[in-house]
């Protein structure tokens, strides 16, 4: 699912990934307001990649609900043009299918992704997953998070508020051809109104 292209930058792209279920409005649903039946609910996984610098959606992609974040990966980066500096994403997706997508179309690119506390070292060369093992284990996952820049994450987080707070928290299939359809307008909405300007928190003593 493309996302209408953006503002050439020369500088690699820092990815912030992350999912959320979005209920589908469909004859189930219909039937609960009308009759008051219950219904099997339906679900989607909307998963998203956030440009940490300018906070926009930079791929967007819907899939049933049972898909892993992991496999959601590669179709999010087959959907960024130009260079990847890092992706970063939270435990779910700690995996060597995660670090394997990554490598393969962006090697340079770092991967920030916390690992498992049941995770152990590699009996190969040392990877980037190692790495974090080992600044874990010499500083806390507390200090690993400081200094690798996985608090940023929280971006996408709140990417998620906003699509759920302004577009919505369901999608409506009867209305539209394709649900995909339908989230990458939601994902259009919010970055057009994120290249307005975003709010500037301050802090009050």
């Given at each position: 699912?493309?996302?209408?292209?953006?503002?050439?930058?020369?500088?690699?792209?820092h990815l912030l990934v992350?999912?959320?279920?979005?209920?589908?409005?469909?004859?189930?649903?219909?039937?609960?307001?009308?009759?008051?039946?219950?219904?099997?609910?339906?679900?989607?996984?909307?998963?998203?990649?956030?440009?940490?610098?300018?906070?926009?959606?930079?791929?967007?992609?819907?899939?049933?609900?049972?898909?892993?974040?992991?496999?959601?990966?590669?179709?999010?980066?087959?959907?960024?043009?130009?260079?990847?500096?890092?992706?970063?994403?939270?435990?779910?997706?700690?995996?060597?299918?995660?670090?394997?997508?990554v490598a393969k179309r962006h090697p340079d690119?770092?991967?920030?992704?916390?690992?498992?506390?049941?995770?152990?070292?590699?009996?190969?060369?040392?990877?980037?997953?190692?790495?974090?093992?080992?600044?874990?284990?010499?500083?806390?996952?507390?200090?690993?998070?400081?200094?690798?820049?996985?608090?940023?994450?929280?971006?996408?987080?709140?990417?998620?508020?906003?699509?759920?707070?302004?577009?919505?928290?369901?999608?409506?299939?009867?209305?539209?051809?394709?649900?995909?359809?339908?989230?990458?307008?939601?994902?259009?909405?919010?970055?057009?109104?994120?290249?307005?300007?975003?709010?500037?928190?301050?802090?009050?003593?």
């Amino acid at each position: 699912m493309i996302l209408p292209e953006r503002v050439e930058r020369k500088e690699p792209l820092h990815l912030l990934v992350d999912s959320t279920g979005i209920k589908i409005y469909g004859e189930g649903e219909w039937l609960d307001q009308k009759h008051g039946v219950r219904s099997c609910r339906r679900w989607r996984k909307l998963h998203l990649a956030v440009d940490a610098d300018t906070h926009e959606i930079a791929a967007v992609e819907l899939t049933p609900d049972d898909v892993g974040d992991v496999s959601a990966v590669a179709d999010l980066l087959d959907q960024i043009e130009g260079p990847v500096g890092s992706m970063t994403g939270d435990g779910a997706y700690d995996g060597q299918v995660v670090y394997d997508a990554v490598a393969k179309r962006h090697p340079d690119a770092a991967v920030i992704i916390p690992p498992r506390s049941t995770a152990v070292s590699s009996q190969t060369a040392s990877t980037q997953r190692d790495k974090h093992l080992e600044t874990i284990a010499r500083h806390g996952r507390i200090g690993w998070q400081r200094s690798s820049g996985y608090c940023r994450r929280s971006l996408v987080e709140t990417a998620m508020y906003r699509y759920k707070t302004i577009i919505g928290r369901r999608l409506h299939p009867r209305t539209l051809p394709n649900p995909k359809t339908e989230a990458k307008i939601g994902c259009n909405v919010l970055n057009r109104m994120t290249s307005l300007g975003m709010p500037v928190s301050v802090r009050v003593n």
